[in-house]
């Protein structure tokens, strides 16, 4: 089995300040990982994936996020974030392995960027 | 390219009445996807299709089932709603078990 743990529902952040939204993981096996971010009203659009190789991950709208497998976490930071960044965020995994194929998300965190 | 398409965008039930959520990806994915987004738990698997011809039970099957009708459409079924299937509904589809979930505009459903 496998589970995500997204332990901020909420954050609120200064425009132009840094954040870091936290994601932690639980398998038994080795996982995939992915950061979707979702905009009211809409479906929700990938932002990044980690599948192997170099645990430092670029996504798109300058966002990255770091594997760390001793500590289980896969954090999404971006040092500078806009208004348009307000949405919320859910940290996702699955696994290579038949009986893996499920996708597990997080509960979720609202960013909430402030003028 | 149309993506993933969910018919119909909103609908409101009786309890008790039954109704087909419809789902269609023209992206010739393999893998196909039921969610239910609630506030403050994130999306919660109901059933997926990992290829044409099988479903599996995610976190939250009971009251719905599904069909995997083709490798393009994978409809979930409300037999008799319940209040508390009040939810907005997502599909996804994806190509393969290392690819990300491609995912519709979802299905805002309420039962009274």
């Known amino acids: 089995a496998q589970s995500v743990t997204q332990l901020d529902s909420q954050v609120p952040v200064f425009e132009e300040a840094p954040v870091e939204l936290r994601c932690n993981y639980s398998s038994s096996v080795s996982v995939y990982l992915f950061w979707y971010v979702q905009y009211p009203n809409q479906g929700l659009q990938l932002l990044l994936k980690y599948l192997s190789g170099s645990t430092l991950v670029k996504g798109i709208n300058g966002f990255e996020a770091e594997f760390n497998k001793s500590q289980t976490s896969f954090h999404l930071r971006k040092p500078s974030v806009h208004i348009s960044d307000t949405a919320e965020y859910f940290c996702?995994?699955?696994?290579?392995?038949?009986?893996?194929?499920?996708?597990?998300f997080g509960t979720g965190t609202k960013l909430q960027v402030i003028p | 390219n149309a993506g993933v398409t969910q018919t119909p965008k909103f609908q409101v039930l009786k309890t008790g009445q039954s109704m087909t959520l419809q789902c269609a990806q023209d992206m010739n994915h393999n893998s196909m996807y039921w969610y239910r987004q609630d506030p403050g738990m994130g999306l919660r698997l109901i059933y997926y299709s990992a290829s044409e011809g099988t479903t599996d039970k995610g976190e939250v099957p009971n009251g719905y089932n599904v069909s995997r009708l083709n490798k393009r459409e994978f409809s979930l079924r409300l037999e008799s709603a319940a209040p508390s299937q009040t939810s907005v509904y997502f599909c996804a589809s994806r190509d393969s078990i290392n690819s990300p979930l491609h995912f519709g505009n979802g299905t805002r459903l309420t039962v009274t």
């Open positions: 996702a995994v699955s696994g290579p392995l038949r009986g893996y194929q499920k996708v597990t």
